[in-house]
């Protein structure tokens, strides 16, 4: 079962703008995760956020977590044309052991 | 490291045919999932191996499909018969520890049922 859903499902935008892409789930987690599918690819982890961090750095990416609203958000900084790509979350809920991925937001950055 | 390597890349059948997709994954990775990727339904776990042991397998749809883990370097998921609706793209990936762990994934094989 999909827990995760992202939102907006595409997004559209210039390089050198931000990207943000937020994720909201529905079961308490133990852990949530944010990947990265390029056209024809397998998907690539980006960053894992624990259910007691707020927010988690990485290079040009930041993802904050709020458990309180069950809601996750992915920013982009200073995007590229290398960033179009979808970018997925997931999240394992604490009863489970599946890792359950939302649909996705398809990004697109415009050189 | 060469990553989680799935074969074939592409498979075109026709339908009421066996299909056997294969994984290796990440030499060291206790644990390996087999997930399908479709427009519809995004994601879907189909079945995870703990140790080479099946943990769940309540994703795998019907007895149509069965996985096996004979070692830790290798997996089969097998189609038989297959049907149009199994059309997909399916992915194996593989983890240090579990769900809760980051997950490497292949480039998965692209399944066409006719």
């Known amino acids: 079962s999909q827990q995760g859903e992202e939102d907006p499902q595409a997004l559209s935008i210039q390089e050198g703008e931000n990207a943000t892409m937020n994720c909201s789930y529905k079961?308490?987690?133990?852990?949530l995760q944010w990947y990265r599918q390029n056209s024809g690819r397998g998907l690539v982890h980006l960053i894992l956020?624990?259910?007691?961090?707020r927010e988690k750095h990485s290079g040009r990416l930041r993802v904050t977590l709020d458990t309180s609203k069950k809601s996750s958000s992915l920013l982009i900084t200073a995007s590229r044309a290398a960033d179009t790509a979808s970018y997925f979350c997931?999240?394992?809920?604490?009863?489970?052991?599946?890792?359950?991925f939302g649909k996705g937001t398809s990004l697109l950055v415009t050189p | 490291d060469a990553g989680v390597i799935q074969s074939p890349r592409h498979e075109v059948t026709e339908m009421g045919q066996e299909v056997t997709l294969r994984c290796k994954p990440i030499?060291?990775?206790?644990?390996l999932f087999w997930y399908r990727q479709t427009m519809m339904r995004g994601l879907e776990l189909l079945i995870y191996?703990?140790?080479?042991?099946?943990?769940?397998d309540s994703g795998m749809p019907e007895d149509r499909f069965s996985a096996k883990m004979p070692n830790a370097s290798f997996s089969t998921l097998k189609i038989q018969p297959s049907e149009p609706r199994d059309s997909a793209v399916y992915f194996c990936?593989?983890?240090?520890?579990?769900?809760?762990?980051?997950?490497?994934f292949g480039n998965g094989t692209r399944l066409t049922v006719t």
């Open positions: 030499s060291g990775h206790n644990s």
């Open positions: 997931a999240t394992d809920a604490r009863s489970g052991y599946a890792l359950n």
């Open positions: 079961t308490s987690i133990n852990n």
């Open positions: 956020i624990r259910s007691n961090e």
């Open positions: 990936a593989s983890s240090e520890g579990g769900p809760r762990s980051p997950l490497h």
């Open positions: 191996f703990n140790n080479n042991v099946p943990i769940d």
